[in-house]
């Protein structure tokens, strides 16, 4: 490595590199891994995130499994979707903490929620695991939780696309034009990413269950960035695939940054610069380097936000403008809010 006037810092930098080698030798296979997973020259030792334990002004609202989180960023609102016999299904907090407002209406079991959010219209999107009679859905809902579209046969698990079917359906992305990305397969038959029309129609379908090169094992999350690319968190497999907005062509995949835990939720920072994963199993939120346009290249950690014990970080979301990470979490029964240091 030749580094223009700085040989101080070759030398450095030189024997750093042999230290590490001889440190990887060192190691079994899986330690190596690990090794590597924690070394990255993108690593940020100082924490990017800091907790607002201000978030929300009263926590007791909280009365079930708070399985997933939504924000919408222009009316400044965050919706979470609990589960449990006789609590509110959805509750809805303003920005700063306070609680506005509960509904809960033809919900069974949420499992992921979106806010697709524009100036002159907002939904929000709940995907229902339930087994019941409103089982195996997507729904759309008015802000005030008036039911407005169904997607997927109610009560019914299947694969079928006309009539559309689920089968435990994980979560739904909106774009801005409205088109939608949901990933079917929260343990059900079904491991498949959809893109649907405006009008709900498919345009592409990938996935089945498998551990090849766009098969899926349990995909659990799912976003997509500006530059046309399908982010999912592959949970079972351990790993992030990326496929073509367009095509839903397979783009490339990550795992070297899941060997301890596969990931379970998969977002982008406001810009772009970091995706901010889950991983419920190790109580751990980690932020990642996203590449640029063009290669997906390798898994770069740079900083975690470690939790305690049982917490099991389920879904999370991310306030566009202000950068605010929300974590919806199923063991501490809670959302926590994580806001930016700079």
């Not at 990887?24 to 690593?43: D, K």
């Not at 926590?59 to 919408?72: L, M, R």
């Not at 559309?164 to 801005?176: G, K, N, R, S, T």
Request: proline content about 5%.
């Amino acid at each position: 490595m030749k580094l223009r006037g700085r040989p101080g810092l070759a030398v450095a930098m030189g024997s750093a590199m042999a230290a590490l080698l001889v440190f990887y030798c060192a190691l079994s296979g899986s330690q190596v891994l690990r090794a590597i997973a924690f070394y990255s020259p993108w690593r940020i030792e100082q924490q990017l995130y800091k907790l607002d334990v201000g978030w929300p002004k009263r926590p007791e609202y909280f009365t079930g499994q708070t399985f997933c989180v939504a924000v919408d960023p222009l009316h400044d609102l965050v919706y979470v979707a609990q589960r449990g016999a006789n609590v509110p299904k959805v509750l809805v907090f303003s920005d700063e903490g306070y609680f506005l407002h509960a509904w809960n209406s033809t919900l069974e079991m949420p499992h992921g929620i979106f806010a697709a959010s524009t100036p002159t219209d907002t939904s929000i999107w709940i995907t229902d695991v339930g087994t019941g009679e409103y089982g195996h859905t997507v729904k759309q809902y008015s802000p005030s939780g008036k039911l407005m579209q169904v997607l997927g046969t109610q009560g019914k698990a299947g694969s079928g696309l006309n009539p559309l079917q689920f089968d435990q359906p994980a979560e739904i992305f909106v774009e801005q034009t409205g088109e939608i990305y949901i990933v079917d397969g929260d343990g059900g038959m079904n491991n498949r990413l959809f893109k649907l029309s405006t009008d709900f129609k498919e345009i592409w379908l990938r996935g089945e269950n498998g551990t090849g090169v766009g098969q899926f094992k349990t995909p659990h999350s799912v976003t997509v960035d500006s530059v046309g690319r399908v982010w999912v968190a592959d949970r079972g497999n351990k790993r992030i695939q990326v496929f073509s907005k367009v095509t839903g062509e397979w783009l490339g995949s990550w795992s070297s940054c899941f060997v301890e835990d596969g990931p379970s939720s998969v977002r982008l920072t406001t810009n772009e610069e970091y995706l901010i994963v889950a991983q419920l199993s190790i109580n751990r939120v980690t932020v990642l380097a996203a590449p640029p346009v063009g290669s997906i290249g390798e898994c770069h950690v740079v900083n975690t936000i470690q939790l305690a014990d049982e917490v099991k970080p389920h879904l999370v979301d991310i306030n566009v403008k202000t950068g605010a990470i929300y974590v919806a979490e199923i063991g501490a029964q809670q959302v926590q809010k994580y806001v930016p240091l700079n």
